[in-house]
Structure formats: C-alpha cells, structure tokens
C-alpha cells in the first residue's frame, strides 16, 4: 500500500513569512509524528498526535511552530514568520498504534532566505 | 530523560568486511530501541528494534543488533558489508514502559564502504 506522503518535497521561502508543510499518514494508523533533521540539531522530535489524545508537543522549538490533524489523519505543520535557523528537512512519521514501527516520508526540504 | 550517543560519525570498512556501528542509550525507564537507515534524499527505513524477549534481534539486509542492558548498548552489526549499504545510520530510543511513542534520535553514523 501507499507509504507515508509529504507536500511540497522542497519549499524556499523568505525571512518572516509563513509555511505550511502537509503530511499523509498510511491510512488506518492513529499515530502522527514530526520530526526536524538539521546539520546543527540532527534529527529532533517536535510533536505527535495519537488518536483523540491531546498532542504531545514537547518538542516544538518555538510558539511559531504549531501543527494540528485533521479528522484523524492528514496533518499540517505551521511554521509563523520564518527564521534562517528553520531552515531544515522535515520528517513526518506514521504507526499503526503509539510504540509500534514507524514508517517515515521522504520529508519536506524547506530554505529559508 | 533519555538520549543516545553514536560513538564515530563515519566509519569506514572495505567490502566483504564486518560493519560495527556502536550506539549507547541512557534511561531510566526500560528502553525501546531502534535502528534506523537513510539512503541519500531519501526517508528513514527500519532496518530493526528491540522492545522485549530475546535480545539479538535481526533485521533487514543481513543486519542484526545486540541489546546489552548492563552495558546499555545496542550495537548494529553486519558480518560483510556491501556496497549498497553505504547510507547514514540513526539508532533511537524510546521509553518502552509509558505511553509515549516519542523516539531520541542518536546524531547518526555515516557509513563508507571501499570497494
């Protein structure tokens, strides 16, 4: 079946504006994460949601980050006026159930100028 | 809290040797551990984990790791590498015992592989 699917692949964007990156989780799995994988920081957690649970959003580096999902499934990350220090690939990851496999998408590229 | 060390940012084995990958983990609850490979503009795929039970545990393309509580190790190993398996290596872990599905990413493991 269809694997996790992110959109745009690339993005180039301005100092200060926003962005949206969208995530397609693999139908039927109820948990939804976000990761940021940068030269500096590696590979880091932002947020996760499972189910009807209140998201766990530990990781999200600044109040300009936030995501939310919609009806259970797709999820979009919401970057507010953009910094250079964004500037990173964003991973989206999907499981069946909270601590099982996750299945990642090839992730967003974003650039900020 | 829990995090991950991946001790050598590259390594370097000809083909047809051993490829060892050394990843160590704290915490304080009992961990569930990942290793994970990144092929070049591509996403992360599970090459193998470890959650409970028998602690050789096997994974994709011949590889297998070894999760040493007392050492708090999880090394990854393969016994001959080859070409294809040049990629960057990520081990992780996550808190097995709540429910959380969070994973702590180690800062990765490039290997080369010399024909």
């Known amino acids: 079946g269809a694997g996790v699917s992110q959109s745009p692949s690339n993005k180039v964007t301005e100092k200060g504006k926003d962005v949206e990156l969208r995530c397609d989780p693999i139908?039927?799995?109820?948990?939804l994460y976000w990761y940021r994988q940068s030269l500096g920081q590696g590979l880091e957690f932002l947020i996760y949601f499972q189910g009807n649970s209140a998201p766990d959003k530990s990781g999200l580096p600044s109040d300009r980050f936030s995501a939310e999902r919609t009806g259970g499934s797709v999820s979009t990350l919401t970057i507010q006026r953009t910094q250079q220090e964004d500037s990173a690939v964003y991973l989206c990851?999907?499981?069946?159930?909270?601590?099982?496999?996750?299945?990642f998408g090839p992730g967003t590229r974003l650039l900020v100028l | 809290a829990q995090s991950v060390t991946q001790l050598g940012s590259h390594v370097s084995v000809s083909e047809g040797a051993l490829v060892l990958l050394r990843c160590n983990y704290s915490s304080s609850v009992p961990p569930y551990l990942f290793w994970y490979v990144q092929y070049p503009n591509q996403g992360l795929q599970l090459l193998l984990k470890y959650t409970t039970g028998a602690t050789l545990v096997k994974g994709i393309n011949g590889f297998e790791a070894e999760f040493k509580k007392s050492e708090t190790s999880f090394h990854l190993t393969k016994p001959s590498a080859h070409m294809s398996d040049a990629a960057e290596y990520f081990c992780a872990v996550s808190e097995g015992s709540s429910n959380t599905g969070k994973l702590i990413f180690g800062q990765g493991t490039t290997l080369q592989v010399k024909p």
């Open positions: 139908s039927g799995h109820t948990a």
């Open positions: 990851a999907s499981s069946r159930e909270l601590q099982e496999t996750q299945y």
